[in-house]
């Protein structure tokens, strides 16, 4: 079928809504009347194609009633608020099984040519009458595929997504040294998202271990600016509302000047040179060194 | 419908509800109730009335939230300095423009002394 | 919905069970005032944990909950900010300037105990 010809039809759709309407509404009775043979046809079809192996031939046809229910409902209603619920939830179930987006796409456009070919048969006898339903299914059945293929892909991205921010997590522990006393090692290049994870975990860490000091060590980071500066500000502040002392180690001097001159306010970062001074820094924080001190002493009178 | 403190509390609410359905973060969440929290204060401390929309919106892939807060009030004649952080009339901190605009991914302020402000703000699901 | 204020020994704790509207937040602020020259209390510990927005509003009155408070000569320490309140706080770029704050209410009595051994 030429392009000239598709628009042609699907002008005459527009032209006439109520025709439309009722080619429609023929159809959907079509369907649903020879509902139990054209579902099985099509779960013979996608097994045939080899399609959803991943399921078993009861689960294939059960999801496939579901589809099918969905689809007469779309060309009935003409919303897809339904299929495309359907298609999220059946996305996030079969996707874990390792179902990939051909095989979705595949088998809703095995489905629309199940439905023409049975729609071919029925009005073989009347040309004219088969291109008017053919009018009226076509640009259906194409949004209902368009649907269920994009819910698919949605769905997938969303799943990498959160897969992504868990390999990131992971990337950055927030570890616990001592009781009260959390350590923030941050190696590489901070951009905004990263920082605002970093700063979320760090937060939901204060809260989790209970620290009362945090070591953020940034010596692992390449570049200082006025940006992860500020990112650093606020996590320092954040980090007060929660209680909690911030030191910053691996600031070196030079930079803190540089931000200082830039106009950055360092001044509620409690910045030392490396990662053991902050370590001690925190201990003596935490009242540490006063308890060995204390310990130290007793041992002598003891002994 | 703004007219009280209850109100905003329930404006945020509303907001809460919605960016939990919508599947942002809990603190996505939280950032956007209080910037709900911040322009509905906007309206019952300067307009004394006003409404806040709140309302799901889609651009392509991605999918977000919606407020839009609308006041017949005084207007705001500079908006160029209302924008700008720390600005007070006097009222305390009056931070509630900028800092709603940082809290958001887009944020619009249209207003007209004597007929009242519009701000628009939208964030996206991460 | 009035805020409880539990008096124990000298500290009074104010525990937020709620979303606060406007006029609670000012009611507490009245309330916590007028009880810690009652009681001569050395401090009062406001626990947020509940609160799931601290807007601007929220933080002008917290700081002038603890201006109050030092009038009177006692301190206020706010306890409970959750991680995902302080990340907000901060974007908006709210401080509660040099009022003292608490993971949670042991540690902020355990800080409050510090403090009057320490003086």
Known sequence: MDHAALSERTKEAQDHPEATLMLLRELVAHLRQNRTQLREEWARRITEAQLLTAMTRE??????TSVYDNYIEVLETGSVEALQAYARNLSERIIPRGVETHEVVGIVLLLRDVLARSLFAKYQTDFAKLNRILDAYEPAANRIANTVAVGFVQERERIIRQQQEAIRELSTPVLQVRERLLILPIIGVIDPQRARQLTEQLLRGIRTNRAKVVVIDITGVPSVDATVANHLVQTVDASRLMGANVIVTGLSSEIAQTLVTIGVDLSKINAIGDLQGGIEEAERLLGYKVLMALEAQNQKNVG | MITSGVDIVIARQEGRQLALKLGFSDVDQIV???????????????????E??????????????????VDRGPGISDLAQAMQVGYTTGRGLGLGLPGAKRLMDEFDVQSTVGRGTRVTMRKWVS | MRVPILKQGDYLIASIQSALSDEDLLQLRDDLAEQVGRY??????VD??????????????????????????????IVGIQ?????SMVQLGLTLGDVATALDLEEGLAYLNQQSRES
């Open chain 1, 59 to 64: 689960e294939i046809f059960i999801e496939a």
């Open chain 3, 83 to 87: 991680p995902e309140v302080a990340f």
């Open chain 2, 52 to 69: 806040i929309h709140i309302s799901r919106v889609v651009n392509g892939s991605k999918k977000g939230i919606q407020i839009v807060a």
């Open chain 3, 48 to 77: 947020v944990t509940v609160l799931d927005v601290m807007d601007s509003f929220a933080v002008r009155t917290v700081r002038a909950i603890a201006h109050m408070i030092r009038l009177r000569g006692a301190e206020t320490v």
């Open chain 2, 32 to 50: 956007i109730a209080t910037a709900i929290s911040e322009v509905a204060r906007n309206i019952v401390e300067y307009a004394k009335e006003g």
């Open chain 3, 40 to 45: 001569r209390s050395k401090a009062a510990i």
